[in-house]
């Protein structure tokens, strides 16, 4: 059974931030898969054997998910354990009041030859669900500006390759608060992946969602043309993990009412269960793997976590 609060597992993340040694590079984070070593065997906290499966499981689901973000156990552990120090007055309290809107730029990445356009109706068509689904988060977005480039090497950049760096530096507009998105015929078979709001102040330009433009809305990279890849990525970028992160174990997510699930869901297998503790799987979370149309929530715990990490850094 998860933690009854964030603070418990953040305590230990940050003890656990203090010996595991990192030999990851800035702006590879949402690269690497979880590491099956004795420092993810200890994050996850369990008391049995399970726990390496579990972790088997997560790392096997990273390898062939739809998604490129997938932190290391180290990696974790620091983000949790800076996020506690930056909030170490005490737990979040819930906003209160409108927010103001999340500024959002597209740079829409085509290649040479003008090939990989997305158009203005997808733009609004995306923005629009952005906010039909984070409606009840506490959180909405406004268009701030769409540009359009022919790079046919940025127009293929695989997660944390040169060409997403260049492309990033060149584009990248507004401050931490600002949400910029990348689109583009992005390699390395995946759909999108993002930066966490912990990573922002040591590569501010590196911040933001990048996602095939296949994935947006109208798109036809069926059954994930629906955009609900932006809807996933956006929750990385407001600090969520995978629903299946850490697989089992008492840690998961750090959100306290997605039901553990030992692996991602694809399809929408409804009823599938793959944990001991209470509830099955959240395979209509957003972030889960499965079809876009099998997609409908997030959690009450996940909004708040996403108010205390936007509240926190941007």
């Not at 931030?17 to 590491?35: F, I, K, N, R, Y």
């Not at 994050?43 to 499966?53: F, H, L």
């Not at 995306?126 to 906010?131: C, K, V």
């Not at 501010?204 to 043309?225: E, F, I, Q, R, W």
Request: charged share 20%; proline share 4%; with cysteine.
């Amino acid at each position: 059974m998860k933690t009854t609060t964030l603070w418990c597992t953040i305590l230990g993340a940050c003890a656990l931030a203090c010996d595991v040694s990192d030999d990851s590079t800035p702006g590879e984070a949402q690269d690497v898969v979880l590491d099956l070593d004795e420092d993810a065997r200890d994050i996850c906290e369990m008391d049995d054997d399970a726990c390496v499966e579990d972790l088997a499981a997560a790392e096997e689901a990273a390898l062939h998910g739809r998604c490129g973000v997938h932190p290391s156990a180290f990696e974790i552990a620091a983000m949790e354990a800076d996020f506690l120090h930056r909030f170490a007055a005490g737990p979040s309290q819930k906003i209160e009041g409108t927010r103001a809107a999340i500024p959002v730029w597209f740079h829409v990445i085509r290649n040479n030859s003008g090939q990989g356009n997305v158009s203005d109706q997808q733009i609004n068509a995306q923005l629009n669900l952005l906010n039909s689904t984070y409606a009840g988060t506490g959180f909405s977005f406004a268009l701030a500006g769409v540009d359009r480039t022919n790079n046919t090497s940025w127009y293929t950049m695989a997660s944390g390759s040169s060409a997403e760096v260049q492309a990033k530096n060149a584009l990248r507009q507004g401050g931490k608060e600002t949400l910029n998105i990348y689109t583009g015929n992005i390699g390395q078979g995946l759909l999108g992946w993002a930066t966490f709001p912990s990573q922002y102040n040591s590569n501010p330009k590196y911040d933001g969602v990048v996602l095939l433009n296949a994935s947006m809305p109208g798109g036809n990279a069926v059954p994930y043309n629906l955009g609900m890849t932006g809807v996933h990525e956006v929750g990385h970028w407001m600090g969520l993990y995978h629903t299946f992160q850490g697989g089992c174990s008492k840690q998961g997510d750090l959100v306290d009412d997605t039901p553990a699930e030992k692996s991602a869901a694809f399809g929408c297998p409804v009823g599938r269960n793959t944990c001991p503790a209470a509830g099955d799987d959240p395979i209509r979370n957003y972030m889960d793997y499965t079809d876009d149309a099998c997609m409908n929530n997030f959690t009450a715990g996940q909004a708040s976590r996403m108010q205390a990490q936007v509240s926190t850094y941007r």
